[in-house]
């Protein structure tokens, strides 16, 4: 690659690229990392809530009773069900975090 080629560093984007992750968007990628991560672990969790009232029920922590394994199956159920929304979520905030760096490498650059 030439001179005539290579792209010319614009200082002022790159301080106004730095300064606005450092202040902005460092504490939204933190939120939206900690909800999809909460998203994630409630699926995970009710999907294995069976698994976990079977364990419970075997090592005598707790009476059986219908209610609860009637809640553990519901939990699993839904635990399935929201595993495609988890899914979706997380490849969206993936094609956005790309989107935002793209974005970002763009304003560094003449």
């Not at 939204?28 to 294995?48: K, N, P």
């Not at 159920?77 to 935002?100: E, V």
Request: hydrophobic letters at 60%; proline letters at 2%; a positive charge.
């Amino acid at each position: 690659m030439n001179q005539t080629q290579q792209k010319k560093i614009n200082l002022f984007g790159v301080f106004g690229v730095i300064f606005f992750n450092l202040i902005v968007g460092l504490a939204v990628s933190i939120i939206l990392l900690a909800l999809l991560f909460s998203l994630w672990m409630i699926t995970l969790i009710f999907t294995f809530s069976p698994v976990l009232f079977v364990i419970v029920i075997l090592t005598k922590l707790q009476a059986f009773t219908w209610f609860t394994f009637i809640a553990s199956l519901l939990l699993c159920a839904l635990g399935i069900l929201l595993y495609p929304l988890a899914h979706k979520i997380t490849q969206q905030l993936s094609n956005i975090a790309k989107k935002y760096l793209r974005y970002n490498q763009q304003m560094m650059y003449h």
